[in-house]
């Protein structure tokens, strides 16, 4: 498990170098991190193709840089400036936490709805359902809610 002070210093220097951050998106991403990998104690799904501590499919990135980084130059460049990677790189969601960071990040950025804010836990958790696991996830507003409280709170 990644120390939480460490984890919150890592995706603070991450979103600050790609000009992402605010306090919501931490929170969003601690949660994130919290439900999706325990805090990073696992960096490959179980069963399943995904990888990183936000535990991202590698389907997803390819659509990330496809649909969305590609028009992007200003972005995609902050990304490659701090990741040393301008590409879909599966290898990097597993080993670059800057990177699964940022692309977290960016998938959340693609969603039209403004963030929660930093505090609203019910709302972190409704935002990642929706957003990240979706219906078709396991995921739950309850799971992600005992994670964030056990993993980020304490």
């Not at 002070?5 to 600050?16: G, M, N, P, R």
């Not at 990304?79 to 990040?105: D, E, S």
């Not at 990642?128 to 809610?145: D, E």
Request: glycine residues 6%; neutral net charge; aromatic residues 12%.
């Amino acid at each position: 498990m990644i120390d939480k002070q460490q984890l919150i210093e890592l995706i603070e220097h991450t979103l600050q170098h790609i000009n992402l951050y605010s306090v919501s998106a931490t929170n969003l991403l601690l949660g994130t991190c919290a439900v999706e990998s325990r805090m990073g104690t696992y960096v490959k799904q179980v069963a399943g193709p995904a990888c990183g501590i936000m535990q991202m499919e590698p389907a997803t990135e390819k659509d990330i840089w496809d649909n969305f980084l590609e028009y992007r130059a200003s972005l995609s460049g902050d990304i490659f400036n701090l990741t040393g990677v301008n590409t879909y790189k599966p290898v990097a969601l597993w080993g670059n936490l800057h990177y699964q960071i940022a692309m977290a990040r960016v998938h959340y950025l693609r969603v039209p709805e403004k963030l929660p804010e930093y505090d609203d836990i019910d709302g972190l958790a409704t935002y990642w359902k929706l957003h990240y696991n979706t219906s078709l996830g396991k995921g739950t507003i309850t799971k992600f809610k005992k994670c964030y409280l056990n993993y980020v709170i304490r």
